[in-house]
């Protein structure tokens, strides 16, 4: 098949969550394909860059990890300006990184584009029998705020590579 008709898009990705929720962890699953029991903080930003090929088009992400901003609940510009896609994370053995989840939500709705997509990620079902956030909690959440909802685990790789697929194709459609 053809290439020549394919799109080169780049995509700007934004993940946001309380701390520990594993949004490192769910990166580097990602683009590295690893899981580390003992993920190191991450401090300040982190930035990754992947590259995606669906049918018709290559997406290259740039992701911004972020961290310490769990403590001011404020998102400075930077973070969300040009992005295209932002992903709030929840861990699930976690009512209180939820109710997180929730303020960052208001605040990327608050801040930051229109026509930002965005997806809440319940993470850790590894840990099904210490789970505290039902899923349908979280579905029912995201369901009332306009949100994609998935289940992830950055631990078994459950979700994973397809939560950044559905997201590069939903990108994809915008562009
Ligand atoms: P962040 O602060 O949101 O970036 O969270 P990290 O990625 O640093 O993860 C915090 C802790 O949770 C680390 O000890 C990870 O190993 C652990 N962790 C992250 N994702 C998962 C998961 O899906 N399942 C389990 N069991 N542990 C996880
Ligand atoms: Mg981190």
């Not at 993920?39 to 740039?62: H, R």
């Not at 608050?110 to 039902?134: H, P, T």
């Not at 994973?160 to 994809?172: D, S, T």
């Amino acid at each position: 098949t053809s290439n020549r008709n394919n799109k080169n898009i780049q995509a700007k990705l934004v993940i946001l969550g309380d701390m520990g929720a594993g949004k490192t962890s769910l990166v580097l699953r990602f683009v590295k394909g690893q899981f580390f029991d003992y993920q190191e903080s991450t401090i300040g930003a982190a930035f990754f860059t992947q590259v995606l090929t669906l049918n018709e088009a290559t997406i290259k992400f740039d992701i911004w990890d972020t961290a310490g901003q769990e403590r001011y609940h404020s998102l400075a510009p930077m973070y969300y300006r040009g992005a295209a896609a932002a992903v709030v994370v929840y861990d699930i053995t976690s009512m209180d990184s939820f109710q997180r989840a929730k303020k960052w939500v208001q605040e990327v709705q608050r801040q930051g584009n229109a026509n930002l997509i965005m997806f809440l990620v319940a993470n850790k079902v590894d840990l099904e029998e210490k789970r505290k956030v039902g899923s349908e909690e979280g579905e029912q959440y995201a369901k009332e705020n306009g949100l994609t909802f998935l289940e992830t685990s950055a631990k078994t790789a459950h979700n994973v590579n397809e939560l950044f697929y559905e997201i590069a194709k939903r990108v994809e459609k915008t562009r």
